[in-house]
């Protein structure tokens, strides 16, 4: 795959690494989306617990308005959070194995870019804009390193 890239001009591999970075921007972005639904879950639990055990004395009278501050928080009933935790947390294992495979390919992108001299977003985060990363000094060129490193295509391969 190595050979591959490096027949590639400049302008077409900078651009199949500009796609290889939103990927791993995009499954950076769903860990952070999920990681936040996973707080609020637990945030409600935590509320509900704590309501119910304040009026667990009055049980009778405080029952209604238990529901009415449920209501009022939360849109679900305890079996539904915890059904809705587990299920996230499932997905969240997976999003942080895409994150992981998305980030490697991006590593090894910004390796070849610096072994054909060509300007690239740093591993430091520090991006360069992707007008900056589709400007094409030398459209023409194309430089080979004859590196075997393959690129990784996924958790399992």
Known sequence: LQKSLSHLSNSTFRKAALVKQASAQDKRHAVIHTTWKL??????????????????????????????????????????????????????????????????????????????????????DTELSPDELVADHDSSDSHSDGGSDDLVYGANE
């Open 39 to 124: 707080e609020l879950i637990e945030r409600q639990r935590s509320f509900m617990q704590s309501l119910w055990k304040e009026q667990e004395e009055e049980l009778k009278s405080a029952e209604t308005e238990m529901e009415f501050f449920r209501q009022l928080v939360c849109d679900r009933g305890l079996p539904a959070l915890q059904d809705d935790q587990q299920y996230l947390e499932a997905i969240f294992a997976e999003e942080l194995d895409d994150l992981d495979v998305a980030n490697e390919q991006y590593r090894q992108f910004t390796t070849h870019a610096r072994k054909r001299v060509v300007p690239f977003a740093n591993s430091s």
